[in-house]
């Protein structure tokens, strides 16, 4: 656990770094101005939305560990302590693809002592649904403007093998067995195996559905809330439909660059799609836009993480045990 918060914390201040460089170069002084009379209840609103999207989110992990039947093993997990956990995983949103947010099996098996790698497919069926629900918003318009075309085609593409292939374990097994066979890496192939399990059944066409469903109500309200954002700079014109849009084309940019937290794709897609695409907008109001939705989703969810993992480890048994669990667990590489 210690090197996945080392790598997030380097992350985090690349992206502090990279902000204050956007900052110097379009001028902060003209920022500045687009945001003098900014009306700041949307800017709330957005975090708000937000709010809800991690719940709706913690509602995609607990139907996880209900099919999963992680509770048989561990009767004493309450949902109280399922939300702090759940929450804890934020704090490594900013890892490539997000997949730091393994944190959560870590802090799971040292409280209630689930095995890391039952609940590990957990973050990869959260990351395929995500894509799913970004490719059906981003349907919204790609039609009309078709360029961004082959960004949704590589990303269904991507989604279609990652359920063929994690959600068939006939086809990984006999893979696996044979890797297994080799010297030094057939310990890792048996705890492959595991998670392959665990995989196949939240990949099952109904669990995929249920989450994709809740992904896209998820993502569709920070949709929404780029589009209040958007809406609260004078002399720009952006319908809902057309926010969406850009959200969720930028937001597979950067997960597609496998960039820490899409950082730098994500941002630059976006506010040059949005000073392309929206009527009245201008590059530093695109840029203040941008950063303005950014941190009301991406660094308001490494907050909140944050604050939930300082919540978890408070407890100095717990905390011995999460990171006794990580140093035996390699993190995921870039």
Same mark, same amino acid.
């Given at each position: 656990?210690?090197?996945?918060?080392?790598?997030?914390?380097?992350?985090?201040?690349?992206?502090?770094?990279?902000?204050?460089?956007?900052?110097?170069?379009?001028?902060?002084?003209?920022?500045?101005?687009?945001?003098r009379?900014?009306?700041?209840?949307?800017?709330?609103?957005?975090?708000?939305?937000?709010?809800?999207?991690? +719940?709706?989110r913690? =509602?995609?992990?607990? #139907?996880? %560990? !209900?099919? &999963?039947? $992680?509770r /048989?093993?561990?009767?004493?997990?309450?949902?109280?302590?399922?939300?702090?956990?759940?929450?804890?995983?934020?704090?490594?949103?900013?890892?490539?693809?997000?997949?730091?947010?393994?944190?959560?099996?870590?802090?799971?098996?040292a409280?209630?002592?689930?095995?890391?790698?039952?609940?590990?497919?957990?973050?990869?069926?959260?990351r395929?649904?995500?894509?799913?629900?970004?490719?059906?918003l981003s349907?919204?318009?790609?039609?009309?403007?078709?360029?961004?075309?082959?960004?949704?085609?590589?990303?269904?593409?991507?989604?279609?093998?990652?359920?063929v292939?994690?959600?068939?374990?006939?086809?990984?097994?006999?893979?696996?067995?044979?890797?297994?066979?080799?010297?030094?890496?057939?310990?890792?192939?048996?705890?492959?195996?595991? +998670?392959?399990?665990? =995989?196949?059944?939240? #990949?099952? %066409? !109904?669990? &995929?559905? $249920?989450? /994709?469903?809740?992904?896209?109500?998820?993502?569709?309200?920070?949709?929404?809330?780029?589009?209040?954002?958007?809406?609260?700079?004078?002399?720009?014109?952006?319908?809902?439909t057309?926010?969406?849009?850009?959200?969720?084309?930028?937001?597979?940019?950067?997960?597609?660059?496998?960039?820490?937290?899409?950082?730098?794709?994500?941002?630059?897609?976006?506010?040059?799609?949005?000073?392309?695409?929206?009527?009245?907008?201008?590059?530093?109001?695109?840029?203040?836009?941008?950063?303005?939705?950014?941190?009301?989703?991406?660094?308001?969810?490494?907050?909140?993480?944050?604050?939930?993992?300082?919540?978890?480890?408070?407890?100095?048994?717990?905390?011995?045990?999460?990171?006794?669990?990580?140093?035996?667990?390699?993190?995921?590489?870039?």
């Amino acid at each position: 656990m210690s090197r996945l918060l080392r790598r997030t914390l380097y992350a985090i201040v690349a992206g502090a770094l990279l902000y204050a460089v956007a900052m110097v170069y379009f001028d902060a002084r003209t920022i500045g101005a687009q945001l003098r009379d900014y009306p700041w209840w949307r800017f709330i609103a957005a975090i708000g939305l937000s709010s809800i999207n991690y +719940l709706l989110r913690f =509602a995609k992990w607990e #139907l996880s %560990l !209900r099919w &999963l039947d $992680v509770r /048989a093993t561990a009767p004493g997990l309450s949902r109280g302590r399922s939300l702090v956990v759940y929450l804890a995983g934020l704090s490594m949103s900013i890892s490539p693809g997000k997949l730091g947010e393994v944190l959560r099996s870590a802090l799971l098996k040292a409280s209630d002592g689930v095995p890391f790698s039952r609940t590990a497919p957990i973050v990869v069926a959260d990351r395929i649904t995500d894509l799913i629900a970004l490719v059906v918003l981003s349907l919204l318009g790609v039609s009309r403007f078709r360029e961004y075309l082959p960004v949704v085609l590589a990303t269904a593409v991507l989604v279609a093998l990652g359920v063929v292939l994690l959600g068939t374990p006939r086809i990984l097994h006999p893979l696996l067995r044979r890797i297994a066979r080799l010297p030094g890496i057939g310990g890792l192939a048996a705890r492959a195996e595991l +998670l392959v399990d665990s =995989a196949a059944v939240v #990949l099952r %066409l !109904r669990p &995929l559905l $249920v989450l /994709a469903v809740l992904s896209v109500v998820g993502w569709g309200l920070e949709c929404v809330g780029f589009w209040l954002i958007v809406g609260g700079f004078a002399g720009t014109e952006a319908s809902l439909t057309l926010c969406a849009f850009l959200w969720s084309i930028g937001t597979l940019v950067g997960a597609l660059s496998f960039l820490p937290g899409g950082l730098i794709a994500a941002e630059g897609s976006l506010a040059v799609a949005t000073t392309k695409l929206v009527a009245g907008a201008t590059a530093p109001m695109a840029l203040a836009a941008t950063l303005l939705g950014r941190i009301a989703t991406l660094w308001y969810g490494e907050l909140v993480g944050g604050v939930a993992l300082a919540v978890f480890l408070r407890d100095p048994e717990l905390r011995a045990r999460a990171f006794a669990d990580a140093a035996a667990t390699p993190p995921p590489r870039r």
